[in-house]
Protein backbone atom coordinates (compact mmCIF):
# COMPACT_ATOMS: atom_id res chain seq x y z
CA UNK A 1 0.00 0.00 0.00
CA UNK A 2 1.10 3.38 -0.92
CA UNK A 3 2.29 5.68 2.11
CA UNK A 4 1.05 9.25 1.88
CA UNK A 5 3.11 12.32 3.93
CA UNK A 6 2.51 12.54 7.22
CA UNK A 7 2.60 16.09 6.22
CA UNK A 8 -1.20 15.82 5.62
CA UNK A 9 -3.74 15.30 8.91
CA UNK A 10 -3.90 11.62 9.94
CA UNK A 11 -7.76 12.19 10.15
CA UNK A 12 -9.66 13.84 7.01
CA UNK A 13 -13.20 12.95 8.16
CA UNK A 14 -15.37 16.64 8.01
CA UNK A 15 -16.08 17.12 11.65
CA UNK A 16 -19.45 17.31 13.57
CA UNK A 17 -20.48 21.38 12.32
CA UNK A 18 -19.77 20.22 8.64
CA UNK A 19 -21.89 17.10 8.90
CA UNK A 20 -24.16 19.31 10.00
CA UNK A 21 -24.14 22.07 7.39
CA UNK A 22 -23.83 19.41 4.71
CA UNK A 23 -27.04 18.22 5.90
CA UNK A 24 -29.13 20.99 4.82
CA UNK A 25 -29.73 22.61 1.50
CA UNK A 26 -28.61 26.29 2.45
CA UNK A 27 -28.37 28.01 5.69
CA UNK A 28 -30.60 31.48 5.61
CA UNK A 29 -28.86 33.20 7.73
CA UNK A 30 -24.79 32.61 7.14
CA UNK A 31 -22.66 34.49 9.89
CA UNK A 32 -19.39 32.35 8.60
CA UNK A 33 -19.63 33.94 4.80
CA UNK A 34 -16.45 35.13 3.76
CA UNK A 35 -17.00 35.11 0.13
CA UNK A 36 -17.41 38.88 -0.85
CA UNK A 37 -19.25 37.40 -4.06
CA UNK A 38 -21.79 36.12 -2.31
CA UNK A 39 -23.21 39.25 -0.49
CA UNK A 40 -25.69 41.19 -2.46
CA UNK A 41 -22.45 43.64 -2.85
CA UNK A 42 -22.46 46.01 -5.76
CA UNK A 43 -19.70 46.00 -8.51
CA UNK A 44 -19.39 48.04 -11.13
CA UNK A 45 -20.84 47.06 -14.44
CA UNK A 46 -18.33 45.79 -16.59
CA UNK A 47 -15.57 45.35 -14.03
CA UNK A 48 -14.04 42.40 -15.51
CA UNK A 49 -13.81 43.87 -19.28
CA UNK A 50 -9.56 44.46 -19.40
CA UNK A 51 -9.79 40.54 -18.88
CA UNK A 52 -10.77 40.34 -22.40
CA UNK A 53 -7.63 42.48 -24.05
CA UNK A 54 -6.12 41.10 -27.02
CA UNK A 55 -2.66 41.32 -25.29
CA UNK A 56 -3.55 38.73 -23.04
CA UNK A 57 -3.21 36.19 -25.92
CA UNK A 58 0.93 36.94 -25.27
CA UNK A 59 2.36 35.05 -23.22
CA UNK A 60 5.48 36.97 -21.52
CA UNK A 61 6.44 34.93 -18.20
CA UNK A 62 8.01 37.15 -15.40
CA UNK A 63 8.75 34.90 -12.31
CA UNK A 64 8.09 38.35 -10.54
CA UNK A 65 5.23 38.97 -12.63
CA UNK A 66 4.56 41.89 -15.11
CA UNK A 67 6.61 45.37 -14.70
CA UNK A 68 3.26 47.05 -15.58
CA UNK A 69 1.55 44.86 -12.91
CA UNK A 70 3.64 45.30 -10.18
CA UNK A 71 3.85 48.91 -10.94
CA UNK A 72 0.21 49.12 -10.73
CA UNK A 73 0.68 47.71 -7.21
CA UNK A 74 3.26 50.12 -6.24
CA UNK A 75 0.81 52.81 -7.37
CA UNK A 76 -2.22 51.22 -5.00
CA UNK A 77 0.18 51.71 -2.10
CA UNK A 78 1.69 55.15 -3.11
CA UNK A 79 -2.45 56.52 -3.44
CA UNK A 80 -2.23 55.48 0.50
CA UNK A 81 0.46 57.47 0.99
CA UNK A 82 3.50 53.93 1.17
CA UNK A 83 5.99 54.47 -0.96
CA UNK A 84 6.98 50.70 -2.31
CA UNK A 85 9.63 50.28 -5.16
CA UNK A 86 7.92 47.91 -7.56
CA UNK A 87 11.49 46.23 -7.99
CA UNK A 88 10.50 44.49 -4.73
CA UNK A 89 6.99 43.21 -5.69
CA UNK A 90 6.35 39.90 -6.22
CA UNK A 91 2.91 38.39 -7.66
CA UNK A 92 1.45 35.40 -6.61
CA UNK A 93 -1.57 33.68 -7.45
CA UNK A 94 -3.14 33.62 -3.85
CA UNK A 95 -2.28 34.89 -0.36
CA UNK A 96 -1.26 31.09 0.63
CA UNK A 97 0.47 30.95 -2.69
CA UNK A 98 2.59 33.68 -1.41
CA UNK A 99 2.93 32.09 2.56
CA UNK A 100 4.16 29.18 0.61
CA UNK A 101 7.21 30.44 -1.23
CA UNK A 102 8.38 32.36 1.78
CA UNK A 103 8.37 29.35 3.99
CA UNK A 104 10.20 27.97 1.00
CA UNK A 105 12.76 30.99 1.03
CA UNK A 106 12.91 31.08 4.56
CA UNK A 107 12.80 27.90 6.37
CA UNK A 108 14.00 24.24 5.92
CA UNK A 109 12.18 21.35 6.62
CA UNK A 110 11.81 20.52 10.50
CA UNK A 111 12.48 24.55 11.10
CA UNK A 112 10.37 26.32 13.65
CA UNK A 113 7.70 29.21 12.74
CA UNK A 114 5.96 31.57 15.02
CA UNK A 115 2.66 31.95 14.63
CA UNK A 116 0.17 34.05 16.15
CA UNK A 117 -3.00 32.69 18.13
CA UNK A 118 -5.58 33.19 17.98
CA UNK A 119 -5.38 32.99 14.57
CA UNK A 120 -7.32 31.76 11.09
CA UNK A 121 -6.13 28.02 11.07
CA UNK A 122 -5.19 27.88 7.50
CA UNK A 123 -1.54 28.95 8.76
CA UNK A 124 -0.98 25.86 10.57
CA UNK A 125 -1.85 23.67 7.28
CA UNK A 126 0.58 25.86 5.23
CA UNK A 127 3.53 25.59 7.11
CA UNK A 128 2.75 21.75 8.24
CA UNK A 129 2.50 20.97 4.25
CA UNK A 130 5.76 23.12 3.72
CA UNK A 131 7.34 19.94 6.63
CA UNK A 132 7.65 22.97 9.25
CA UNK A 133 7.05 23.03 13.14
CA UNK A 134 4.80 25.81 13.99
CA UNK A 135 4.82 27.33 17.01
CA UNK A 136 1.50 29.27 18.93
CA UNK A 137 2.60 32.47 20.78
CA UNK A 138 -0.60 33.89 22.16
CA UNK A 139 -2.10 37.54 21.52
CA UNK A 140 -2.74 39.36 24.83
CA UNK A 141 -6.65 38.68 25.71
CA UNK A 142 -6.50 41.38 28.32
CA UNK A 143 -3.71 43.92 26.14
CA UNK A 144 -6.14 44.78 23.07
CA UNK A 145 -4.63 41.19 21.55
CA UNK A 146 -1.35 42.63 21.16
CA UNK A 147 1.74 39.97 20.49
CA UNK A 148 3.67 39.27 23.88
CA UNK A 149 6.84 40.37 22.11
CA UNK A 150 9.04 39.08 24.82
CA UNK A 151 7.67 35.12 24.24
CA UNK A 152 9.25 35.15 21.12
CA UNK A 153 12.57 35.38 21.85
CA UNK A 154 14.91 32.03 22.31
CA UNK A 155 12.05 30.24 20.67
CA UNK A 156 14.94 29.68 17.13
CA UNK A 157 12.22 30.62 14.66
CA UNK A 158 13.07 31.63 11.26
CA UNK A 159 10.48 33.73 10.51
CA UNK A 160 7.29 35.55 12.72
CA UNK A 161 3.99 35.78 11.04
CA UNK A 162 2.13 38.90 12.08
CA UNK A 163 -1.98 39.16 10.73
CA UNK A 164 -2.32 42.81 10.96
CA UNK A 165 -5.18 43.17 11.71
CA UNK A 166 -5.73 39.87 12.92
CA UNK A 167 -8.47 37.41 11.79
CA UNK A 168 -10.61 37.27 13.88
CA UNK A 169 -9.80 39.34 16.53
CA UNK A 170 -9.85 42.91 14.02
CA UNK A 171 -6.66 44.16 16.21
CA UNK A 172 -4.22 45.34 14.60
CA UNK A 173 -0.22 45.76 15.72
CA UNK A 174 0.34 48.71 17.43
CA UNK A 175 3.27 50.59 16.62
CA UNK A 176 5.01 50.59 19.71
CA UNK A 177 4.78 46.55 19.97
CA UNK A 178 5.55 46.56 16.03
CA UNK A 179 8.93 48.41 16.72
CA UNK A 180 8.94 45.58 19.77
CA UNK A 181 8.72 43.32 17.04
CA UNK A 182 11.26 44.37 14.43
CA UNK A 183 13.90 44.58 17.13
CA UNK A 184 12.73 40.64 18.32
CA UNK A 185 13.42 39.93 15.00
CA UNK A 186 16.36 41.31 14.19
CA UNK A 187 17.80 39.84 17.51
CA UNK A 188 16.84 36.48 16.27
CA UNK A 189 18.17 36.46 12.55
CA UNK A 190 14.67 35.77 12.02
CA UNK A 191 12.13 37.55 9.09
CA UNK A 192 9.01 39.12 9.46
CA UNK A 193 5.77 38.32 7.77
CA UNK A 194 3.33 40.57 7.81
CA UNK A 195 -0.07 39.65 6.41
CA UNK A 196 -2.12 42.68 5.47
CA UNK A 197 -4.92 41.27 3.33
CA UNK A 198 -7.57 43.37 5.98
CA UNK A 199 -5.25 46.25 6.47
CA UNK A 200 -7.44 48.77 4.31
CA UNK A 201 -10.72 47.84 6.25
CA UNK A 202 -10.38 49.51 9.20
CA UNK A 203 -13.38 49.77 11.90
CA UNK A 204 -11.99 52.77 14.10
CA UNK A 205 -11.25 55.99 13.19
CA UNK A 206 -7.80 55.96 13.58
CA UNK A 207 -6.07 52.56 14.35
CA UNK A 208 -2.76 53.46 15.94
CA UNK A 209 -1.21 50.91 13.00
CA UNK A 210 1.27 51.60 10.29
CA UNK A 211 1.61 48.80 7.50
CA UNK A 212 4.79 47.20 7.42
CA UNK A 213 5.62 47.65 3.88
CA UNK A 214 7.79 50.33 3.97
CA UNK A 215 9.56 48.89 6.85
CA UNK A 216 13.93 48.89 6.84
CA UNK A 217 14.70 48.24 10.15
CA UNK A 218 14.41 44.16 9.11
CA UNK A 219 13.73 41.87 6.78
CA UNK A 220 9.85 42.10 5.78
CA UNK A 221 7.50 40.66 3.28
CA UNK A 222 3.84 42.39 3.36
CA UNK A 223 1.30 40.43 1.78
CA UNK A 224 -1.72 42.12 0.27
CA UNK A 225 -4.05 41.10 -2.85
CA UNK A 226 -7.46 41.66 -5.23
CA UNK A 227 -9.16 38.43 -2.87
CA UNK A 228 -9.91 41.11 0.34
CA UNK A 229 -8.64 44.46 -1.29
CA UNK A 230 -11.54 44.43 -4.06
CA UNK A 231 -13.54 41.62 -2.97
CA UNK A 232 -12.73 39.48 -6.13
CA UNK A 233 -11.08 35.78 -4.65
CA UNK A 234 -11.83 34.26 -8.39
CA UNK A 235 -9.51 36.41 -9.95
CA UNK A 236 -6.32 35.03 -8.58
CA UNK A 237 -3.73 37.58 -7.89
CA UNK A 238 -2.10 38.49 -4.65
CA UNK A 239 1.42 40.17 -3.83
CA UNK A 240 4.40 40.21 -1.59
CA UNK A 241 6.41 43.19 -1.04
CA UNK A 242 10.09 42.74 -0.06
CA UNK A 243 11.41 45.34 3.06
CA UNK A 244 14.45 45.46 4.57
CA UNK A 245 18.10 47.10 3.75
CA UNK A 246 19.23 47.11 0.49
CA UNK A 247 21.27 43.82 0.40
CA UNK A 248 19.25 41.82 1.98
CA UNK A 249 16.08 42.36 0.38
CA UNK A 250 17.51 42.13 -3.09
CA UNK A 251 18.88 38.33 -2.08
CA UNK A 252 15.52 37.78 -0.99
CA UNK A 253 13.77 39.36 -4.75
CA UNK A 254 16.58 37.12 -5.86
CA UNK A 255 15.53 33.93 -4.32
CA UNK A 256 11.90 34.42 -4.83
CA UNK A 257 11.74 34.72 -8.41
CA UNK A 258 14.00 31.69 -8.36
CA UNK A 259 10.80 29.88 -6.73
CA UNK A 260 7.88 31.66 -8.65
CA UNK A 261 9.93 30.71 -11.85
CA UNK A 262 8.83 26.91 -11.19
CA UNK A 263 5.65 27.84 -10.88
CA UNK A 264 4.33 30.63 -13.06
CA UNK A 265 1.04 30.34 -11.93
CA UNK A 266 -0.15 34.13 -12.46
CA UNK A 267 -2.41 34.46 -15.39
CA UNK A 268 -1.60 36.81 -17.94
CA UNK A 269 -4.51 38.34 -18.32
CA UNK A 270 -5.72 39.57 -15.09
CA UNK A 271 -1.93 41.39 -14.61
CA UNK A 272 -2.50 43.17 -17.61
CA UNK A 273 -6.13 44.26 -16.51
CA UNK A 274 -4.89 44.72 -12.57
CA UNK A 275 -4.30 48.74 -12.57
CA UNK A 276 -7.91 49.46 -14.23
CA UNK A 277 -8.99 47.03 -11.80
CA UNK A 278 -7.23 48.21 -8.75
CA UNK A 279 -8.79 51.79 -9.88
CA UNK A 280 -12.12 50.90 -10.82
CA UNK A 281 -12.61 48.69 -8.11
CA UNK A 282 -12.13 51.11 -5.59
CA UNK A 283 -16.26 51.53 -5.39
CA UNK A 284 -16.40 47.61 -4.48
CA UNK A 285 -13.92 47.92 -1.70
CA UNK A 286 -15.89 50.79 -0.28
CA UNK A 287 -18.91 48.98 -0.42
CA UNK A 288 -17.41 46.14 1.99
CA UNK A 289 -15.91 48.77 4.16
CA UNK A 290 -19.35 50.48 4.70
CA UNK A 291 -21.21 46.90 5.01
CA UNK A 292 -18.81 45.92 7.91
CA UNK A 293 -18.84 48.99 9.92
CA UNK A 294 -22.73 49.05 9.31
CA UNK A 295 -23.30 45.22 10.53
CA UNK A 296 -20.35 46.17 13.79
CA UNK A 297 -22.67 49.32 14.45
CA UNK A 298 -25.79 47.14 14.46
CA UNK A 299 -24.29 44.30 16.45
CA UNK A 300 -22.53 46.60 18.97
CA UNK A 301 -26.73 48.45 19.67
CA UNK A 302 -28.07 45.37 20.06
CA UNK A 303 -25.46 43.32 22.67
CA UNK A 304 -25.27 46.70 24.60
CA UNK A 305 -27.06 46.13 28.14
CA UNK A 306 -27.19 42.25 27.55
CA UNK A 307 -25.57 41.15 31.10
CA UNK A 308 -23.66 37.43 29.77
CA UNK A 309 -22.64 38.64 26.26
CA UNK A 310 -20.07 40.72 25.43
CA UNK A 311 -19.04 42.16 21.49
CA UNK A 312 -14.63 42.47 21.73
CA UNK A 313 -15.08 45.07 19.31
CA UNK A 314 -12.84 44.91 16.30
CA UNK A 315 -10.30 47.27 15.41
CA UNK A 316 -10.13 46.36 11.34
CA UNK A 317 -11.36 43.70 9.12
CA UNK A 318 -14.04 41.54 8.50
CA UNK A 319 -15.20 39.94 11.43
CA UNK A 320 -16.56 39.72 15.40
CA UNK A 321 -16.13 38.11 18.09
CA UNK A 322 -18.59 37.75 20.65
CA UNK A 323 -17.94 36.12 24.68
CA UNK A 324 -20.01 34.33 26.53
CA UNK A 325 -20.56 32.99 29.74
CA UNK A 326 -19.06 29.38 28.63
CA UNK A 327 -22.25 27.83 30.37
CA UNK A 328 -22.79 25.59 27.29
CA UNK A 329 -20.08 23.99 25.12
CA UNK A 330 -19.30 26.10 21.69
CA UNK A 331 -19.73 23.07 19.27
CA UNK A 332 -22.97 22.23 21.39
CA UNK A 333 -24.18 25.86 20.66
CA UNK A 334 -23.09 26.23 17.22
CA UNK A 335 -24.90 23.21 15.97
CA UNK A 336 -27.84 23.85 17.88
CA UNK A 337 -27.83 27.34 15.54
CA UNK A 338 -26.97 25.65 12.73
CA UNK A 339 -29.87 22.98 12.74
CA UNK A 340 -32.76 24.26 15.05
CA UNK A 341 -31.97 28.14 14.03
CA UNK A 342 -30.52 28.03 10.50
CA UNK A 343 -27.38 29.97 11.66
CA UNK A 344 -24.15 29.49 10.89
CA UNK A 345 -21.63 30.72 13.41
CA UNK A 346 -17.78 29.77 14.03
CA UNK A 347 -16.64 28.50 17.55
CA UNK A 348 -13.82 30.11 19.10
CA UNK A 349 -12.00 26.78 19.28
CA UNK A 350 -11.81 27.02 15.82
CA UNK A 351 -9.57 29.92 16.38
CA UNK A 352 -7.76 28.31 19.39
CA UNK A 353 -9.00 30.81 21.28
CA UNK A 354 -7.12 30.45 25.39
CA UNK A 355 -10.87 29.64 26.73
CA UNK A 356 -14.22 28.51 25.97
CA UNK A 357 -17.36 30.84 25.33
CA UNK A 358 -15.90 32.43 22.37
CA UNK A 359 -18.17 33.07 18.70
CA UNK A 360 -17.32 34.16 15.51
CA UNK A 361 -19.45 36.14 13.31
CA UNK A 362 -18.77 37.52 9.75
CA UNK A 363 -19.42 41.00 9.16
CA UNK A 364 -20.16 41.11 5.37
CA UNK A 365 -23.69 39.49 5.45
CA UNK A 366 -26.77 41.69 3.90
CA UNK A 367 -27.70 43.45 6.88
CA UNK A 368 -31.53 42.08 7.10
CA UNK A 369 -29.59 38.52 6.96
CA UNK A 370 -27.25 39.93 9.36
CA UNK A 371 -29.63 41.21 12.00
CA UNK A 372 -31.94 38.37 11.85
CA UNK A 373 -29.06 36.02 12.44
CA UNK A 374 -27.67 38.04 15.52
CA UNK A 375 -31.08 38.33 17.21
CA UNK A 376 -31.68 34.59 16.61
CA UNK A 377 -28.03 33.74 18.19
CA UNK A 378 -29.04 36.30 20.74
CA UNK A 379 -32.70 34.41 21.55
CA UNK A 380 -30.51 31.08 21.64
CA UNK A 381 -28.04 32.15 24.26
CA UNK A 382 -30.93 33.53 26.04
CA UNK A 383 -32.83 29.81 26.17
CA UNK A 384 -29.64 28.38 26.92
CA UNK A 385 -28.88 31.37 30.08
CA UNK A 386 -25.72 31.89 28.45
CA UNK A 387 -27.32 35.29 27.77
Not at 258 to 270: E, G, K, R
Not at 283 to 302: F, K, M, T, Y
Request: proline residues 7%; glycine residues 8%; charged residues 25%.
Amino acid sequence: MVRFSDRLPADLAPNALARARDGRSEVPFDLTVSNPTRCSLPYPVGLLETLARDEGLDYRPDPAGLPEARHAVAASYARRGIEVDPRRVILTASTSEAYGFLFKLLCDPGDRLLIPTPSYPLLQHLAALEGLRPLAYRLDAHGAWQPDVRSLDGAGARAIVVVHPNNPTGSYVDRPVAAELLEACARAGAALIADEVFFDFPLVDRPDAASFAEEQRALTFTLGGLSKQLGLPQLKLSWIVVGGGEAEATRAVERLCFIADQYLSVATPVQLALEDLLLRGSSVHAAIHERCRRNLDALSRVVAGRGGVTLLRPAGGWSAVLRYPAVVDEERLALELLVEDGVAVHPGYFFDFPADGYLVVSLLPEGSVFDEGIARLLRRLGALGAG
